[in-house]
Every structure is written in structure tokens, then in C-alpha cells.
């Protein structure tokens, strides 16, 4: 079992940014991949980044590339989202999930462990 907890949403005017935090615990991650997914009110859920736990390897959504950073810190188990010029489209739940198994996936169905998610608003 994996244990996921978000924090670092809120409220933004447009062009402003945000740093989401994911705090893993449990099963070792070395192997895994790490992604971001976001939701918002009546659209289905949709990929932002990935990265994968043990070489740092990263994937994200056209519609987030240059804007959106993924990192994470080994020693803390810890995944971040850095989000720049944020746009009131970014606004939505934001996940972070766990894909045990060492290939990137854009499809949230492919992910086995889930946090609780984390609101990001964006005002024009």
C-alpha cells in the first residue's frame, strides 16, 4: 500500500503561480512513476505531468509544458508541481497517483494509488 497526501492549492489571480506538494509513505517507490491529474467540474480527469521516481525522467501535457514543473526529493518521498503563469483553465482538483510499475502512462486508469486531491482556483 501507498499512502498519498496533497497540500500547496488555493486561490491565484491569473499569471500568478503555486507549488503542490505530494507526500508519499509506505511501499518502497524506487521503480515507480509519480504523475499529477487534475479534474475539473463536470470533465473527466486528465493527465498533467509524470515523473518517474528513481532517474527523474519526466512527462507532461501539451497544454502545461513550460508552465508546469515536476520534481521530487528521494530522502523526503515527496513529489512537487511547480505551476507558473497559471491560466483560470488550470483550475481544478489536483491528484497525485502512483503507477507501480516502471512506464510512463498518461491514462489516470493506469494508476493504482491516489491522494485525496488538492483545490486550485485561478481568477481572471
Known amino acids: 500500500q501507498v499512502q498519498l497526501v496533497e497540500s500547496g492549492g488555493g486561490l491565484v489571480q491569473a499569471g500568478g503561480s503555486l507549488r503542490l506538494s505530494c507526500a508519499a509513505s509506505g511501499r518502497t517507490l524506487s521503480s515507480y512513476i509519480m504523475g499529477w491529474f487534475r479534474q475539473a467540474p463536470g470533465k473527466e480527469r486528465e493527465f498533467v505531468a509524470a515523473?518517474?521516481?528513481?532517474?527523474?525522467?519526466?512527462d507532461y501535457a501539451d497544454s502545461v509544458q513550460g508552465r508546469f514543473t515536476v520534481t521530487r526529493d528521494n530522502a523526503k518521498n515527496t513529489v512537487y508541481l511547480q505551476m507558473n503563469s497559471l491560466k483560470p483553465d488550470d483550475t481544478a482538483v489536483y491528484y497525485c497517483?502512483?503507477?507501480?510499475?516502471?512506464?510512463?502512462?498518461?491514462?489516470?486508469?493506469?494508476?493504482?494509488?491516489w491522494g485525496q486531491g488538492t483545490q486550485v482556483t485561478v481568477q481572471v
Open positions: 497517483a502512483v503507477r507501480p510499475v516502471p512506464l510512463y502512462s498518461r491514462s489516470y486508469r493506469d494508476y493504482d494509488y
Open positions: 515523473v518517474t521516481w528513481e532517474r527523474g525522467g519526466k
